[in-house]
């Protein structure tokens, strides 16, 4: 069972907020509020969360994520995502250097990229750091199929939609993994 002290809690709030406050600042309140479901969502399934699985049981669904994830990048920037959001939300795309935009991709990618070692030592912040990330691809994503609805036109695709159709998918699973009874468990107490 994972035992959190209350200054993992605190930092894990911490980091929580100030991705939020980054997140703001770089693309103004509707945008943050789309990145507040994964990040907020995955700070408080944690929080609950009973559940420490081995590495190893977590190792495939986070690597295919996160190669998920930068194809999904990668078809969101071809695809003009933040040209067409920005359409939406009626904030301007902020300069993909500018300040902002630097330190909400080196602090929230920076930490996903750290998972592996953080959770090979079983250290409770890596945990919480797994679930946001899947909670950000496996909910957060989902915007995809929703802003369409807001665009003024019939519904269809919007940059990055099929490769959410992917990634999705492989966070719930990631989700599932995180959340389920360790195998070892089922050992324990047996006569």
Not at 37 to 48: A, H, K, M, R, Y
Not at 73 to 99: M, Q
């Amino acid at each position: 069972m994972m035992e959190r002290s209350r200054k993992v809690v605190v930092g894990a709030f911490v980091f929580t907020v100030a991705i939020l406050t980054v997140g703001y600042i770089a693309f103004g309140l509707v945008t943050d509020l789309i990145f507040a479901s994964g990040f907020l969502t995955g700070f408080v399934i944690w929080l609950f969360s009973k559940q420490q699985p081995d590495s190893s049981e977590l190792k495939v669904p986070y690597w295919l994520t996160l190669v998920i994830f930068i194809g999904h990048r990668v078809e969101e920037k071809v695809a003009g995502f933040f040209n067409a959001l920005a359409d939406i939300t009626g904030v301007p795309t902020p300069e993909i250097l500018s300040v902002p935009v630097i330190a909400l991709v080196l602090v929230s990618v920076g930490a996903w990229l750290l998972i592996p070692l953080l959770i090979k030592r079983k250290l409770t912040f890596g945990y919480y750091l797994l679930w946001t990330f899947f909670s950000a691809m496996g909910i957060t994503e989902l915007a995809h199929f929703v802003l369409p609805f807001f665009t003024g036109q019939p519904y269809g695709y919007f940059p990055g939609m099929i490769s959410v159709i992917f990634l999705a998918p492989v966070a719930w699973w990631g989700i599932y993994r995180l959340s389920k009874k360790p195998f070892y468990y089922d050992t324990i107490d047996q006569p």
